[in-house]
């Protein structure tokens, strides 16, 4: 008797349609909230839309050029640069130093990992609130700890002064992403092989050298990884300014983000806030393919 | 150069004893391997000996010198991992260099001994590459390069064979021999494979289960194991181990002959083997039965391609086992006794 495999086909065989049925909820939402908005702003930075008049006019190059003859723009942009490069660059070394101690085995590590990382799980607006309430012109306890200390007489006013502003904003944004970023490390941290390690120990290498001529080379890749995080975050999220200063005082940090919300929402100037908005694009590109080029080029083996 | 000594070293991770209680001590210059199945504590041991272990108990001497606080680069070692631990980002040179630069030696001093050991293993051609590169003969090469390049007085090598292919093993076994006996390095070499212990060690340290079960010459811990254990771990296939009442006794399935080709030199012991299987080898015949009085317990014996006596299958046949190479071995513990009459 020859036993003749006979099987009901049912729809859900079919690979393709379990393939497009179990994306379709990503691909929805990805439409929906990121590409119609993004294609939205594209169309509105060639028109001259505005809340007053939403009508779809084409202006061409018209409101790029009027966004770049800003003053206001052309600091927002400086100031959006210093701002990324500098907490960049904070949460780099912080990351990379916290990571290396939470590798570590002590007492009270499960506890240490938890605070690490609450800046990272606390909501945004939240976080950026309680740090608003710290450094309050009248109630700050940071004043308060230093007046006590001997250190100053008069409060700082530490969102009141353009210098003091700056520093704050690019505080509390390399506070908000450091956990990020460490653990990104740590994972990176605990890929090196055993082997490795041994051999440094072996070799009569000291800290600092294993620091700098092994561990850092090796870690390079996937600290790329985090600093375009880190840069992407800093660059297109505008919370911690918008909570802070929104841009004060006198748009000393003012960066392209809020500057894109207060002109095109606030403002209501639709298309200018889509140009603002868009006119990073082509530079957050340009850093996502370079650093994904550069974590390529060196795997561990 | 320098002796290793341990004494009573024990390790525990929590409530595993990986290494329990292991005195050993190496001659000047000798290529002294530790054998046993993965698990029994012998890389625990090499890494204690590194200093990537601290002993839980125990101590460990560097040529004369209690070294057990000490951390690795303190002691004069060189180490080479199975994995061989190449640092991936840097080229042949700056890796055999990197222990060099971690003693302070200026560069120019450096390049010569860099050049010096990329010489004794044949890869000046080498040195601008980076281990990615390399192929795995390549990559071991490299990695005794490193090693041997400060010139340290103990030269400790975990598996280093075991991630080459068999064809590459043999001739890489050959190379790291004669490089030994050349510069005369007290060597600790770690392996399961006791193929490699053999042919490699001066002797061998055979553990299981963190102890040191025997330590002997090849032809002591293969002629005359220590225990059960020794007996059926070296050998393939093991010792033949049969069990009477009183004690256990074996025999090498090499020893185990048909009547007629051993060669009548002193007494035999006559079995009668009932073969089941044959396998043919090649080079041998392993034949797979068991023992008439001792029904419970296959027995194999092995002989050679120049042994071309017909076997046949399902039948019992007169086979033999000379009386000096019978091993006893007590009941209880599977030490080694003393020579038995064997009860019939």
């Not at chain 1, 600093?227 to 992407?232: C, D, E, N």
Request: aromatic letters at 10%; a negative charge.
């Amino acid at each position: 008797m020859t036993a003749e495999v006979t099987r009901p086909r049912y729809l859900g065989d079919n690979p393709r349609f379990l393939a497009g049925l179990f994306m379709s909820p990503a691909v929805l939402y990805i439409i929906a909230l990121v590409g119609f908005p993004f294609v939205l702003a594209i169309v509105y930075a060639f028109t001259d839309i505005s809340t007053g008049n939403p009508e779809l006019e084409f202006v061409g190059w018209a409101t790029f050029r009027r966004v770049l003859d800003d003053p206001v723009f052309r600091e927002a942009l400086l100031n959006t640069f210093l701002f990324a490069v500098i907490a960049n660059v904070l949460v780099v070394v912080l990351a990379t130093a916290l990571a290396e101690i939470l590798v570590r085995d002590f007492k009270g590590k499960w506890l240490v990992r938890f605070l690490v990382l609450l800046p990272w799980v606390a909501p945004v607006s939240l976080a950026t609130i309680t740090w608003l309430w710290t450094l309050d012109s009248i109630f700050s306890p940071i004043d308060w700890v230093l007046r006590q200390l001997g250190l100053i007489t008069e409060n700082v006013y530490w969102l009141g002064q353009p210098g003091t502003a700056m520093t704050s904003v690019i505080a509390v944004q390399t506070w908000r992403i450091v956990p990020l970023a460490a653990v990104i490390v740590m994972a990176g941290l605990i890929a090196i092989p055993g082997d490795i390690t041994d051999a440094v120990a072996v070799d009569g290498a000291g800290f600092w050298r294993k620091m700098f001529q092994v561990t850092i080379p090796l870690l390079a890749p996937i600290i790329a990884v985090a600093v375009l995080f880190g840069v992407i975050l800093t660059i297109s999220d505008m919370s911690v300014v918008y909570v802070l200063t929104r841009g004060g005082p006198t748009n000393s940090t003012q960066v392209l983000s809020t500057w894109a919300f207060i002109k095109g929402i606030e403002g209501g100037a639709l298309a200018q806030g889509a140009a603002v908005a868009l006119f990073l694009l082509p530079v957050l590109i340009a850093i996502t393919a370079i650093v994904l080029r550069l974590a390529r080029r060196r795997e561990v083996l | 150069m320098a002796v290793v000594e341990v004494r009573e070293l024990r390790k525990d991770f929590g409530d595993v004893t990986a290494v329990d209680g292991v005195d050993l001590r190496s001659e000047e210059g000798e290529f002294l391997v530790l054998l046993g199945p993965s698990g029994c504590g012998k890389t625990t041991l090499l890494r204690m000996i590194a200093g990537l272990e601290q002993p839980t108990e125990g101590e460990i001497l560097l040529g004369g010198e209690d070294v057990s606080g000490l951390p690795p680069r303190a002691r004069r070692i060189a180490m080479v991992f199975q994995s061989y631990a190449l640092y991936p980002h840097m080229t042949v040179a700056n890796n055999i260099a990197f222990p060099l630069k971690a003693q302070g030696m200026d560069a120019e001093e450096r390049t010569k001994k860099v050049e010096w050991a990329a010489g004794l293993f044949g890869i000046e051609r080498l040195l601008q590459r980076r281990p990615r590169q390399l192929s795995g003969g390549e990559r071991q090469r490299v990695a005794l390069a490193r090693a041997l390049v400060r010139e340290p007085s103990v030269f400790l090598l975990d598996e280093p064979l075991s991630n080459l292919d068999a064809k590459l093993r043999a001739a890489a076994r050959d190379d790291l021999m004669e490089f030994q006996r050349r510069i005369g390095i007290t060597t600790i070499y770690v392996t399961h494979d006791q193929v490699e212990a053999m042919g490699m060690g001066d002797r061998i340290a055979v553990m299981n289960h963190g102890k040191v079960r025997q330590l002997g010459t090849p032809e002591e811990v293969y002629h005359h194991p220590a225990d059960v254990f020794v007996a059926q771990f070296l050998g393939s296939p093991p010792m033949n181990l049969l069990e009477t009442p009183t004690y256990v006794f074996g025999f090498r399935p090499e020893q185990f002959l048909p009547e007629g080709i051993a060669e009548s030199e002193g007494t035999r012991v006559p079995f009668s083997f009932h073969v089941n299987r044959i396998e043919y080898l090649g080079s041998e015949r392993y034949l797979y039965g068991f023992i008439r009085e001792y029904d419970e317990t296959r027995i194999i014996a092995m002989l050679p391609a120049t042994v071309t006596l017909p076997i046949t299958i399902d039948q019992d046949h007169k086979f033999s086992v000379a009386k000096d190479q019978l091993r006893f071995f007590d009941l209880d513990d599977g030490r080694k006794i003393a020579q038995q009459t064997l009860m019939r």
